[in-house]
């Protein structure tokens, strides 16, 4: 099972970025994915998931109403559009598959720095 994550970069306070994450060894459209972020010197917290039929989305309250979570289950892959950014959002971040009630299986992580 592989998820690879992409789409991070450098971006000035009140730009937009878009995260994808393409996974491959799993049945997609089975499993809950989500998203999930480090900033430097902080533990990872959940940012967003999306059940596997689209019709449930839950977000953090740091980003709800700047973040949207996407999924395509024809590609296999599940998307993050990150408006409105903040310094606060500076991370790396990373997707996550869940079938069941933990998290089986995380991406690498790609990088998002927010500049003031």
């Known amino acids: 099972v592989q998820l690879q994550a ?15 994450c ?6 997609f459209r089975r499993y809950t994915l989500g998203w999930f972020r480090q900033a430097p010197g902080k ?3 959940f940012v967003a998931s999306i059940s596997n039929s689209s019709r449930m989305t839950r977000y ?18 599940v998307y993050l559009q990150m408006n409105s950014l903040e310094p606060e ?3 790396v971040y990373f997707c996550a598959a869940s079938w069941g009630n933990s998290w089986q299986y995380w991406g690498q992580g790609t990088l998002v720095t927010v500049s003031s």
């Open 43 to 45: 533990e990872r917290e």
């Open 22 to 27: 393409v996974t491959s060894g799993l049945t």
């Open 6 to 20: 992409s789409g991070g970069g450098l971006v000035q306070t009140g730009g937009s970025l878009r995260l994808s």
């Open 60 to 77: 953090s309250d740091s980003v709800r109403g700047r973040f949207t979570i996407s999924r395509d289950n024809a590609k296999n892959t």
């Open 89 to 91: 959002d500076t991370g």
